[in-house]
């Protein structure tokens, strides 16, 4: 069954540092998500991109955050600066043609920002 | 979007049906119901999603109110894999472009031996 990969699982920082985060969707799907989970919180909208375009993004992702699909399969998630505050699991996941399919969730990367 | 109300936590003995619910009552017309489940830190799993009529697939069954003001969400024979958090998602349909899931706090399901 296909599926969505992320890379790195495990990612450690210092506060201040840029990190990229990267995600490889399932084949052919159009629709790219990346939602966070601080430690013992609900999972949260971050962003959706569709057509090389953020489609909608969340009052959390501000100027430190931005996404791009560089070579047209991987889907990343830079965050320019990064804070204490954005430790958290990054998951991203991926949806397929239409506007009501499911999302497909990657493993997660977990940053931890120090 | 319109909001959903779980239990946050329920039990259930391995073998048993788990029949988890769901209250939307401000659901509105053009609404889909999804249920996703998450086991431990990974990524969301998608379990299946419904507008009116029961819907079943291999992993769970989803019971809509003829009503629509909640539903139940039915793992027929749960077993020890089934432990985590199970979120009852609304939905609007929009036609365009990609649709955002706003998870709530869940249920905690923990399948006991």
Known sequence: EPEVTQTPSHQVTQMGQEVILRCVPISNHLYFYWYRQILGQKVEFLVSFYNNEISEKSEIFDDQ?????????????????????????????????????????????????? | DAKTTQPPSMDCAEGRAANLPCNHSTISGNEYVYWYRQIHSQGPQYIIHGLKNNETNEMASLIITEDRKSST?????????????YYCIVRPERRGGAQKLVFGQGTRLTINP
């Open chain 2, 73 to 85: 969400l039915i793992l027929p024979h749960a077993t020890l894999r089934d432990t985590a958090v």
């Open chain 1, 65 to 114: 955050f931005s996404v791009e699909r560089p070579d047209g399969s991987n889907f990343t998630l830079k965050i320019r600066s990064t804070k204490l505050e954005d430790s958290a699991m990054y998951f991203c996941a991926t949806a397929g043609t239409g506007f009501l399919y499911e999302q497909y969730f990657g493993p997660g990367t977990r940053l931890t920002v120090t």
